[in-house]
């Protein structure tokens, strides 16, 4: 696939963010949204920490975890395990870390609506240098991983996992 680059264009794009300010999880960028479900919603990381990396929110607008009832704590549960899942498939990483950053002092990016991280890793991948020199290594376009994910995500629900 051929790609066209134009940098210039992220002066523009962070001026749009700025104006609309909605909530990526109750209103998901389609290109970045893997399943709706009436639960939960997984969709890719813009910043991802590996390829792969998704997160998982309950389709409440809430920001503590003591905030949800039991129905939408087993319901992003719920999430995570199909996360798990379709990455399993997708990536067969060598494990995850699977958390959540609670309250900006920790790191949350999205403040306002609680998510879990699924970062896929591999043996070796990245060595620490999110934490450490703040570089990531990402190699695969979103388009790639998103069909990826999308393709796994009919085969868990076809029930072939
Ligand atoms: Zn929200």
């Known amino acids: 696939m051929e790609r ?3 940098p210039w264009r ?18 998901p960028d389609k290109r970045m949204l893997i399943l709706k479900d009436k639960k939960f919603i997984i969709i890719l990381n813009k910043y991802p920490y ?14 503590m975890l003591e905030e949800l009832d039991k129905e939408s704590l087993l319901g ?3 999430g995570v395990q199909l996360g798990i ?7 067969r990483p060598s494990g ?3 958390g959540i950053n609670y309250g900006r002092v920790s790191g949350a990016g999205i403040e306002d609506h609680l998510h879990i991280h699924i970062v896929p ?3 070796g991948d ?12 990402v190699s695969e376009s979103f388009e790639s991983v998103k069909r990826k994910l999308k393709k796994s995500l009919k085969e868990v629900f076809d029930g072939k996992i």
């Open 4 to 6: 066209i680059y134009a």
């Open 10 to 27: 992220i002066k523009y794009l962070e001026k749009a963010d700025e104006k609309s300010k909605k909530c990526i999880f109750c209103y």
């Open 50 to 63: 590996t390829n792969g990396h998704i997160m998982v929110a309950p389709n409440l607008h809430k920001v």
């Open 76 to 78: 992003l549960m719920e």
């Open 85 to 91: 899942k379709i990455l399993k498939k997708a990536y």
């Open 96 to 98: 995850f870390n699977i």
């Open 121 to 123: 890793r591999w043996s």
């Open 126 to 137: 990245t060595n620490f240098m999110p934490v450490v020199g703040k570089t990531k290594i």
